[in-house]
């Protein structure tokens, strides 16, 4: 067993003083993803931070039109909360696509913002691993990798990020705030905030140490109301995507104007296909361009062994999603 000490913080301000003494200290919030990686032996911090106590949990207007969501919100709130419903469909509809009701429940904005992999070999603990040891290669790129990524991979990784939440926020291009341990605040838009693996497959975000997510941002953007979320998986209910789809469509008359569009379950990151939104924009909304653009969006693909068929699912996804957002009275 690795030993840890445990600490609850009462504010923002104690849990980052908290974090600055002690560069293994780890943030607990929901543990729906971290508590796993404890019983596992894949997370051995040196100390945890519960910051339960320390508030960020509300949802509210901001000046622009848009939402400021806190970290500590959980996703059932999120989910059901009437502005998120309406202003960001695409949010409620990937929320309500991932886990269970109960993890839901726990769960909280900030910590599904950084969910790890669930590649087995990152989770089995013994396997050769560069995410979880830096340096012991990946079993990975031999191994059984029917869920692995086809995009954004490397030699180093092509572990999959795992969440639906972070590839709609990515469509509607949210703005990550955080507090650093020495007091600043910082607003990382969330196409900045992903690391694809590349040669350092264990450095996942821009997030220094100790610093902690404290409310995501999202923009007043009228059309964003024109939005879905399309998950593929092997079963319906708490099972991760094979292929999923975020779109926001700005439509207007008979016109595609412009688009948002992300991937999940096909990459290292949530994949932002600004390939897709260039070849979409300025089209009709018909079948046609919808395979276009999805065939544009997995153009840079790299299937390994066992993966190859999500190329062929993730088009079909985007497609679909594509056609369902199109469609959408708003």
């Known amino acids: 067993m690795n030993p840890f000490s445990y600490t609850r913080a009462g504010s923002v301000e104690s849990a980052c003083q908290a974090a600055a003494g002690n560069g ?6 929901g543990g729906t993803t971290l508590v796993d990686l404890l019983k596992l032996n894949v997370e051995r911090p040196s100390a945890l931070i ?45 929320l309500l696509s991932g886990a269970s009701p109960q993890l839901r429940h726990m769960a909280t ?11 087995p070999y990152f989770r089995d603990g ?4 560069n995410k979880r040891q830096p340096g012991t290669g990946c079993a990975a790129l031999a191994g059984f990798n029917r869920s692995h990524a086809v995009l954004g991979g490397s030699e180093q990784c092509i572990a ?13 291009e949210a703005v990550i705030h955080t507090r650093k341990t020495d007091g600043t605040e910082s607003a990382t838009p969330i196409g900045d905030f992903y690391i694809s693996d590349g040669d350092d497959p264990a450095r996942e975000t821009v997030l220094g140490r ?12 009228d059309w964003l109301r024109r939005s879905v979320y399309v998950k593929a998986r092997d079963r319906e209910s708490f099972n991760f995507a094979l292929a999923s789809a975020a779109v926001a469509l700005d439509v207007r008359g008979n016109r595609i104007e412009s688009a948002r569009i992300a991937l999940g379950g096909v990459g290292t990151k949530p994949w932002r296909s600004h390939l897709a939104e260039e070849a979409i924009a300025g089209t009709e909304p018909i079948a046609a361009v919808y395979e276009a653009v999805a065939e544009a969006a997995l153009r840079d693909a790299h299937p390994a062994k066992h993966n190859g068929f999500k190329v062929e699912l993730a088009r079909r996804t985007l497609a ?10 708003v």
């Open 24 to 29: 293994g200290a780890k943030f607990v919030a």
């Open 50 to 94: 519960d910051i339960n106590g320390v508030g960020l949990g509300e949802i509210e207007e901001t000046p622009g039109g848009g939402l400021r969501i806190g970290a500590m919100a959980r996703n059932s709130q999120v989910a059901a909360d009437g502005r998120v419903k309406e202003k960001y469909p695409v949010l409620t509809e990937a």
């Open 109 to 119: 904005v900030g910590g599904n913002l950084l969910q790890r992999t669930r590649c």
């Open 126 to 129: 013994y396997s050769a691993c």
């Open 160 to 172: 999959t990020f795992p969440g639906d939440m972070p590839v709609a926020l990515t469509a509607l």
């Open 210 to 221: 100790g610093e902690l997510i404290t409310a995501v941002e999202l923009p007043g953007t």
């Open 320 to 329: 679909r999603a594509l056609q369902l957002a199109s469609a959408k009275r």
